[in-house]
């Protein structure tokens, strides 16, 4: 069974008189345990479609079912609930409250969860050390590397056991080498079983991937398998 099943998919932006289809007709499956990277040229949809599957934005048409959840129907609470749930987000600036450790960033999505003050510490110590930070817990990010504040970002994104990791460009900001160990992380958590999109506009990058779709004026141009992937590390 899919994680994900967006079918016909669109986003329209009024811009005044004219209407900017940045979705124009969208449809793909993800299953469990997929690594997938979104590609395209600047203005494509990349970025919108990454709302509608991270469940910041609904469409203006089609259906997206993530989990059982319809959420191509939902109002603004929900989508807040289940993006919550369902999934881990990491963004090439990191987006980490600076003033706090990073065990206090980590355990963020287990306070909108719910969960209880040591349970919370506890689970979010476990997937720092997972990360490879289980000596900076106390750290705040402005104390560390740009590598180390990603993976500190990829402990919160990961906190909840979401259904979909998903990230924006997650090494724009990194150097070449910082960059490389990051996407040795995410296989590590790809080979763990989790189920990866990551959008960039970097062959490299996307080359980590298993499969790669590609957006061209809101409207999938390829949607192929990677015949060899680059194996980090
Ligand atoms: P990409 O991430 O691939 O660069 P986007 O998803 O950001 O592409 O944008 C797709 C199209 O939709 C572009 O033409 C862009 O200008 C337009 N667009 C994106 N967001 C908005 C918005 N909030 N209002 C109006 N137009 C938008
Ligand atoms: P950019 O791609 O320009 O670097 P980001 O990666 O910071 O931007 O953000 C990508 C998208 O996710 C944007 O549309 C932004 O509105 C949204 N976003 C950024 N930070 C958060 C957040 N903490 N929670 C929810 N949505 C966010």
Known sequence: KPVIQITDLTKVYQMGHTEVHALAGVSFDVKENEYI????????GKSTLMNMIGCLDTPTSGEYILNNNRVSEMDDAE?????????GFVFQ??????????LANAELP????GMKSAERKERAKEVLT???LGDRVDHKPNELSGGQRQRVAIARALVNNPSILLADEPTGNLDTKTGEEIMLLF????????TIIVVTHEQEI???ARRIVRLRDGLI????????PILAG
């Not at 287990?110 to 969860?113: S, V």
């Open 221 to 228: 141009e390829t949607d192929q398998v990677v015949e060899n």
């Open 187 to 194: 296989e590590e958590l790809y080979r763990q079983g989790n």
């Open 130 to 132: 997972k990360v490879g």
């Open 79 to 87: 989508l807040a609930e289940v993006r919550n749930r369902e999934i």
């Open 93 to 102: 600036t990191f987006n980490l409250l600076p003033r706090t450790s990073c």
């Open 206 to 208: 996307a080359d980590h």
């Open 110 to 113: 287990l306070i909108y969860a």
């Open 37 to 44: 990277a979104i590609m395209g040229p600047s203005g494509s």
